[in-house]
């Protein structure tokens, strides 16, 4: 019986698997096709390979992708240091009055969606002369991911042993260098993710940069792809050669930050 149930679960785990690589598959081959191919055999590799589909997409696409690798870059900074040193605060400083409520505070901003707070954002950016600024396009994103940062970071660091802390201490080291040098260490598995989460969340944000943004100067590249221009018999090859580039840096993202990321959601999602 255990045996037809290990066999069964492959099964459906190996259909599952195949349901979510064919999408990237059917991406891949039909980037380097014309329309007219694509239409007729979606699910066939290319009888002509279309390279110049990447040649017409990647002007289109390289100076949103810049200004989205300069905001992406400023939010997982900003992100990563103000959760730190939030997280390094609730974990040494175990008395101090207001701890719980802060913290719970943080947590709640997480309970708030996204779209909830578009206007108030944008009245704000707007009074503050921000708007179609960089700075419109990495405060509000960075102030939403500090949240769910400070709550996993928090958790990580909570299971490092108080002996440590003390042996640090002991040697007269400041608050600074043992955050540098015993904390930050210790936690590379949850800093990856928290990064990998924010430049996913960052550089796939859309609907923010539509209201926080207008022109190609400061224009994300979520909007951008939508925007793409293609003639009649390029078609969506091109689209799928836009989205094919505008996923190279994720995925560099991810090959960097990949070693630590399963590790970093067990220990930030498990105290112990």
């Known amino acids: 019986m255990n045996k037809v149930v290990s066999v069964a679960s492959r099964i459906l785990l190996g259909f599952l698997l195949l349901l979510t690589l064919l999408p990237f598959f059917l991406l891949g081959i039909n980037a380097f096709k014309g329309q007219s191919e694509i239409i007729k055999t979606p699910f066939a590799l290319a009888s002509d390979w279309q390279f110049s589909n990447f040649s017409k997409a990647l002007p289109q696409v390289i100076r949103p992708m810049l200004n989205s690798l300069l905001v992406t870059a400023a939010v997982i900074l900003i992100t990563l240091v103000v959760s730190v040193l939030a997280s390094y605060a609730f974990t040494r400083y175990e008395n101090f009055k207001g701890k719980n409520i802060l913290f719970y505070g943080i947590?709640?901003?997480?309970?708030?969606?996204?779209?909830?707070?578009?206007?108030?954002?944008?009245?704000q950016i707007t009074d503050l002369g921000l708007y179609n600024s960089y700075w419109a396009l990495i405060l509000p994103p960075a102030?939403?991911?500090?949240?769910?940062?400070?709550?996993?970071?928090?958790?990580?660091?909570?299971?490092?042993?108080?002996?440590?802390?003390?042996?640090?201490?002991?040697e007269g080291a400041s608050d600074m260098e043992i955050l540098v040098r015993v904390v930050v260490p210790l936690s590379k598995p949850i800093l990856s993710t928290v990064t990998i989460m924010t430049g996913?969340?960052?550089?796939?944000?859309?609907?923010?940069?539509?209201?926080?943004?207008?022109?190609?100067?400061?224009?994300?590249?979520?909007?951008?792809?939508?925007?793409l221009i293609v003639s009649v018999s390029d078609g969506n090859g091109v689209l799928f050669a836009g989205y094919i580039i505008a996923s190279l840096p994720l995925i560099v993202l991810f090959c960097f930050a990949s070693k630590y990321f399963v590790a970093g959601l067990t220990q930030g999602a498990v105290k112990g």
């Open 200 to 227: 996913l969340n960052a550089w796939n944000n859309y609907i923010w940069p539509l209201v926080a943004s207008s022109g190609e100067k400061t224009q994300q590249i979520a909007v951008a792809l939508t925007k």
């Open 107 to 123: 947590i709640a901003l997480l309970m708030i969606p996204g779209f909830v707070m578009l206007i108030p954002q944008f009245v």
């Open 143 to 170: 102030a939403y991911q500090v949240a769910m940062g400070t709550y996993l970071i928090r958790t990580s660091m909570d299971a490092i042993s108080k002996s440590l802390f003390e042996a640090a201490e002991i």
